[in-house]
């Protein structure tokens, strides 16, 4: 069987999940589809039995057939020892080809991750905690997430209205929320809240009655207190939001991140990679610019690794900005 014959059968299974690469295997006229089934069929045996995986999950992630050269000794006369017993050397070399068929039966999709998972999800119990503390039955477990999402925006809104200053940068960097039977306890992270205070310090009190009456609270108190974060450009969120006003204001990419990246390490990190996807600078065609400046060690649980992504809208279209920022080692 040479090595295009069954190229030709792999080019179909490859991408597909088990149960999909066993029915085209069996239905397809060729001549390599039988050891390939065989082949597979062994891996996703082994994946099950070994590591305890479920066959539904399991996904035909790559498969080559790969030719090498292999050099084989060639003797005239084919005694490879003399009369006393010593080797004899040979007398020439021969090339001949290899075919190695090699089929990577990946892994997951679902059960055991993708390929690409959030850094705060990654780290829940290590390094990160939860931003909503609280507890529910089954068949309430919708409702709560989107009674958490409303009361976020409701706050997003109302500090972006009273702002002293109209610079776009909200200074939130997360809102945490705990629910308990009679008391919700709403704890705002902020960079900069003066802005928000100064002037005016029953602002708190109008923010509580806003989400009071969006949420229509009757029977349940409402909390909300707000902290100050000590070096706010050190958070992803924040630095976000600074570098979508400098994109509003056409400034260019490259000097937004620059400066971005400066800032944070006024702040005391170990690292940071900032992502920008989509029209930059008015482009025609999407593209996806990055830079990094220090670790980043995304592969590392240990490392105290803060995440965001943030949209932006500009008069060329959407804008995402996706900001890692290395924090500490524990």
């Known amino acids: 069987m040479s090595a295009h014959k069954a190229r030709r059968v792999l080019d179909q299974i490859r991408g597909r999940s088990y149960q999909e690469t066993l029915m085209i295997l069996e239905l397809m006229p060729y001549r390599a589809c039988y050891p390939i089934f065989k082949l597979i069929y062994s891996a996703a045996a082994n994946a099950k039995h070994n590591m305890g995986l479920n066959e539904e999950y399991l996904v035909i992630i790559k498969a080559t057939v790969n030719e090498d050269t292999t050099i084989y000794p060639y003797m005239k006369n084919p005694s490879w020892k003399t009369l006393s017993g010593a080797l004899k050397k040979p007398d020439g070399y021969i090339k001949r080809n290899r075919q190695i068929l090699c089929v990577i039966i990946c892994i997951l999709v679902g059960e055991y991750g993708t390929k690409k998972i959030n850094p705060l999800g990654f780290r829940l119990a290590t390094t990160q ?96 207190t707000i902290t100050r974060i000590t070096k706010p450009y050190g958070h992803p969120n924040i630095l976000a939001e600074f570098i979508a006003g400098q994109l509003r204001n056409r400034v260019s990419f490259r ?76």
């Open 129 to 224: 905690g939860h931003h909503s503390l609280w507890f529910a039955q089954p068949k309430n477990y919708s409702k709560g997430l989107q009674e958490d999402q409303k009361i976020r925006e409701c706050i997003k809104n109302y500090v972006q209205k009273n702002m002293r200053i109209s610079s776009g940068v909200e200074g939130i960097a997360r809102i945490e929320i705990q629910k308990r039977i009679d008391l919700i306890q709403i704890i705002i992270h902020m960079g900069f809240p003066k802005l928000l205070v100064e002037g005016k310090p029953r602002r708190i009190e109008e923010l509580q009655m806003n989400v009071q009456k969006e949420l229509n609270y009757v029977n349940r108190k409402l909390n909300i």
């Open 255 to 330: 000097k937004a991140i620059k400066k971005a990246i400066e800032l944070t390490e006024q702040a005391d990190t170990k690292g940071i990679q900032v992502q920008i996807a989509g029209r930059i600078d008015g482009k025609e065609i999407a593209r996806v610019e990055w830079i990094r400046e220090g670790r980043v060690p995304l592969q590392t649980i240990r490392a105290k690794i803060d995440y965001c992504s943030y949209r932006v809208r500009t008069i060329y279209g959407v804008l995402g900005i996706k900001i890692w920022i290395f924090v500490d080692e524990e």
